[in-house]
């Protein structure tokens, strides 16, 4: 297959049908989301085989799926106004990646590849305002680089003064960038972007992966695997203003517009109780919490992607993806089952080019 061209078609008809049965069953099952109606696609990056899937929320149909490569992605980020997203060539830990990916949304076909250098091993990036520069963190290298997805160059690089950064968010603005180091005692990095500063790092605790940051971007919510803990981060006092129990093995979290932090946890290969705590960010309470697989224990971790206050889950150990509903919080709908270990997930506003303009 030619890869300046990377809609994947073999097998796709039988996808849409497997997909299409998926939906409509598993809906029937657990309810209906009544959080605002969206439309556009979900990607979301696979780690078996490594791929990128599109999913038209409309019809609840898997429409695409982009070869990535054997060097594995991990995450997925997407530009604010839709038209691009970017995953990294993390790879396995014997094939270590060292490029991002650029892929063009709307024709779910890859655009470019960015070379950071040897001993790189991008996970996580964010697209800034201007739709076309991004942050990626190296997380074999402890730097965060700015790259320009258009001219496939790096522009700039930093020092994160953690140990193997993980997750990258960025305030408001798009001025400073937040880096979560799980090596080591586990750290939150502040860096400029605007300048060659020194960061400003914090201790939060042991494994810091999980990383949100609040709409007015006064908190940062560092998620502490290795401890079952959040730590609440005054973005100016950079210090440590509380820290929040969570459920063990608790690695990721993501804040909607709404103020409701969703925080799962996740287990490696032995099984083990999952669940998704949902917190208000306000009085830092739990609002609810769901155990998942109908409450069976389980393996594998989650990626999660919230958009106003519909939040996208992705199970590993179920290889599925759900939707959830945060103002009515556990209602939920399937979006898809029987998928390649799908991870990071993006949203984009925009439908693939096949359903026309």
Do not use: C
């Not at 969206?38 to 429409?63: C, H, K, P, Q, W």
């Not at 190296?138 to 965060?144: A, K, N, P, V």
């Not at 790096?154 to 979560?180: F, N």
């Amino acid at each position: 297959m030619n890869n300046r061209h990377t809609i994947e078609l073999s097998g796709a008809l039988n996808r849409v049908v497997r997909g299409l049965a998926a939906f409509l069953a598993l809906a029937g099952l657990t309810g209906t989301v009544s959080a605002q109606e969206l439309d556009g696609t979900l990607i979301s990056a696979n780690r078996i085989g490594g791929s990128v899937s599109f999913f038209d929320l409309t019809t609840g149909l898997e429409m695409a799926r982009l070869p990535i490569g054997p060097v594995i992605p991990h995450e997925i980020a997407v530009s604010p106004d839709g038209r691009w997203a970017l995953t990294g060539e993390y790879g396995p830990g014997d094939n270590r990646g060292s490029r991002l990916v650029v892929i063009d949304v709307e024709n779910a076909r890859i655009t470019g590849r960015i070379d950071l250098g040897p001993g790189s091993r991008p996970h996580s990036m964010m697209f800034l305002p201007d739709n076309r520069r991004a942050v990626a963190t190296l997380e074999d290298s402890d730097r965060l680089a700015l790259v320009d997805t258009v001219d496939l160059e790096v522009l700039d690089t930093w020092p994160t003064g953690g140990r193997e950064g993980h997750m990258v968010r960025l305030s408001p603005d798009g001025t400073q960038a937040y880096v979560t180091s799980r090596g080591a005692e586990g750290t939150l990095s502040v860096i400029s972007l605007e300048d060659d500063s020194d960061p400003v790092v914090i201790r939060t605790d042991m494994g810091a992966e999980g990383l949100a940051v609040t709409p007015d971007g006064s908190e940062v919510w560092v998620v502490n695997r290795a401890v079952g803990t959040i730590s609440v981060v005054d973005t100016e006092t950079l210090s440590i203003v509380d820290t929040l129990d969570t459920q063990p093995g608790a690695g990721r979290a993501e804040i909607s517009a709404g103020g409701k932090a969703l925080v799962p946890n996740g287990t490696g290969a032995q099984a083990a109780m999952r669940y998704l705590t949902l917190y208000d960010i306000e009085d830092r309470s739990v609002i609810g919490e769901l155990a998942t697989n109908d409450g069976r224990p389980g393996t594998g971790s989650f990626g999660i992607h919230i958009v106003g206050e519909t939040a996208f889950v992705a199970d590993r150990g179920e290889r599925s993806i759900s939707i959830y509903d945060l103002d009515n919080f556990p209602s939920a709908q399937a979006l898809a089952s029987d998928l390649p270990d799908p991870d990071g997930l993006g949203y984009s506003p925009l439908r693939l080019a096949v359903f026309g303009r």
